[in-house]
């Protein structure tokens, strides 16, 4: 059983489409996040949701829109895609915000703008 | 503004040998310093971690030493195997993670 999955695992779009990432957890975690790693492997943190409430909301462009239907599920919706957006996303989950350190990530899907 | 500060950013180990790869952070309020393993194409996976209270923490051979003081804090990877490389990260929780910018060990047979 896979605890963490993404679809798709790639994606290759062209510059100003708009595509979505969908990301589901069966651990039954009540935090997700969804990461951004660039070519130099830095991660980092884009959107957080505890119980389906946005929490953290870092310096995005606002073309990158998270939604979170249920607790098991957090989408990234991205607009007008840049050849900057292209990396590889991470989603990940945590128990709850007592166990942030404890964080499951999915296997990522690379996302190339071209 | 809260950073965690690792390195060295690449680290060649002859097998058998010991890996160091050390952190710094600035904030005083985290909870919790983890380290996470990335092999290629796979996403960080939690190695260990352990409490700002905790001096040291060890599993199999994998060990986190902390240095309150010093607000530093290392990871050791005793008797060191090719299966070994990946990129290490460290990182320091409170409400997020905020991660250093990540080690890519090399173990050479």
């Known amino acids: 059983d896979t605890a963490v999955s993404q679809t798709p695992k790639y994606l290759v779009t062209q510059m100003g489409n708009d595509k979505s990432i969908k990301c589901e957890q069966n651990?039954?975690?009540?935090?997700m996040y969804w990461y951004k790693q660039d070519s130099k492997k830095f991660l980092k943190i884009m959107f957080s949701?505890?119980?389906?409430?946005?929490?953290i909301n870092e310096t995005v462009p606002n073309r990158f829109s998270p939604k979170s239907p249920d607790k098991a599920h957090l989408n990234l919706h991205i607009n007008s895609l840049e050849l900057g957006d292209s990396a590889v996303y991470f989603c990940a989950s945590s128990q709850d915000l007592t166990r942030t350190y404890e964080q499951y990530f999915g296997p990522g899907t690379r996302l190339t703008v071209t | 503004q809260q950073q965690v500060k690792q390195s060295p950013q690449s680290l060649i180990v002859q097998k058998g040998g010991i890996s160091i790869i050390n952190c710094a952070y600035e904030?005083?309020?985290?909870?919790?310093f983890p380290w996470y393993q990335q092999f290629p194409g796979k996403g960080p996976a939690l190695l260990i971690a352990i409490r700002p209270d905790v001096s040291e923490k060890k599993e199999g051979r994998f060990t986190i030493s902390f240095n309150k003081s010093a607000k530093q804090f290392s990871l050791h990877i005793m008797d060191s195997q090719p299966g070994d490389s990946a990129t290490y990260f460290c990182?320091?929780?409170?409400?997020?993670?905020?991660w250093g910018a990540g080690t890519k060990l090399i173990i050479k047979p």
């Open positions: 904030n005083t309020a985290f909870d919790y």
């Open positions: 990182a320091a929780s409170n409400y997020q993670l905020i």
């Open positions: 651990l039954g975690h009540d935090t």
């Open positions: 949701y505890n119980n389906k409430e946005l929490i």
